[in-house]
């Protein structure tokens, strides 16, 4: 689960007594990753730290020093055959009392994390474009829902935002480093417009477009009349989520589709921080 700044402060709102519980450090294999946390109060959790014998171990300590007024304190559990896990690696799990100050922290914490993730426009508000945005509100992305119709806008979860737009290309040209591309609208022209702008966007890890491979075959011959090229053509998913499965229902294609964008993003994630690496150490070696 992705906690945001406003689901903390939810719960905290109504379990005024609660600890978090934290992954201070990660050796070898781990559910999750060092800095991972989750708020344990007397008679709820939410967010996780990664399940399993570890997570149902941490709960019953949080609560034990909850209900038995103990100090909080740093557990270190191995996760092999101790606590019958087979991640085989070793974690210290801080126990911390969510004060005033441990509260507004994970705020902090958790609206920096939401300002770093990455964008997903979606274009169009019909009925796989309000699946898509479904699917991926709990997901780490921001996403935005863009189409000409107002009304089309209603009804989209409370994370997501919705652009009622007569010219959506724009938004694609204004929109920030790392954007994804999702192009869904009611009107193929408008789809061939906004994938041209999208792939005219070197820095975008995925640019996807409902449809067959008619549809491709019409956009490549508009695109490259437009002065597109096969290398940015070949970087279109058309159609999208379409893993071999053939099935058209809405929810479904959204689901493929929301685990091809993460795919995306992470790859080009990936690539960032190989090129990073590189650069920090051509800097320390004075190259």
């Known amino acids: 689960m992705t906690l945001r700044a406003p689901d903390i402060a939810s719960f905290l709102s109504r379990e005024p007594v609660a600890i978090c519980a934290e992954l201070l450090v990660v050796r070898g294999s781990s559910p999750r990753e060092a800095g991972a946390f989750m ?71 958790a609206e920096a994390e939401d300002a770093s993730r990455p964008h997903v426009f979606i274009f169009g508000a019909g009925n796989v474009g309000h699946a ?14 863009i189409d000409t119709r107002p009304e089309a806008l209603d009804g989209l979860p409370v994370n997501v935002s919705g652009v009622a ?56 011959t508009w695109f490259l009349a437009e002065g597109g090229n096969e290398a940015s053509l070949d970087r279109l998913v058309l159609p999208i989520g379409a893993q071999g499965l053939g099935d058209k229902r809405p929810e479904v294609i959204a689901a493929l589709a929301a685990a091809e964008i993460l795919i995306h993003i992470g790859n080009r994630e990936a690539v960032l921080r190989a090129r990073r690496a590189k650069a920090n150490l051509g800097v320390a070696f004075g190259s």
């Open 132 to 145: 898509l945005a479904l699917a991926l509100s709990p997901l780490p992305v921001k996403v935005r829902v």
């Open 165 to 220: 737009t007569a010219l959506p290309e724009a938004q694609v040209r204004s929109a920030p480093q790392g954007t994804s591309y999702v192009i869904l609208t009611h009107d193929h022209a408008l789809d061939f417009l906004i994938a041209g702008e999208a792939l005219r966007r070197e820095d975008a890890p995925y640019v996807g477009m409902v449809g067959s491979r008619t549809k491709r075959a019409r956009f490549r």
């Open 39 to 109: 708020l344990i109060s007397p008679t709820g959790i939410l967010g996780t730290i990664g399940g399993g014998a570890l997570e149902h171990l941490v709960i019953d300590r949080a609560r034990k020093v909850m209900a038995e007024g103990l100090p909080p304190d740093t557990l270190d559990i191995p996760l092999g055959p101790e606590i019958g896990q087979c991640c085989g690696g070793r974690v210290e799990v801080g126990l911390f009392v969510v004060d005033e100050a441990k509260a507004a922290e994970l705020a902090s914490r």
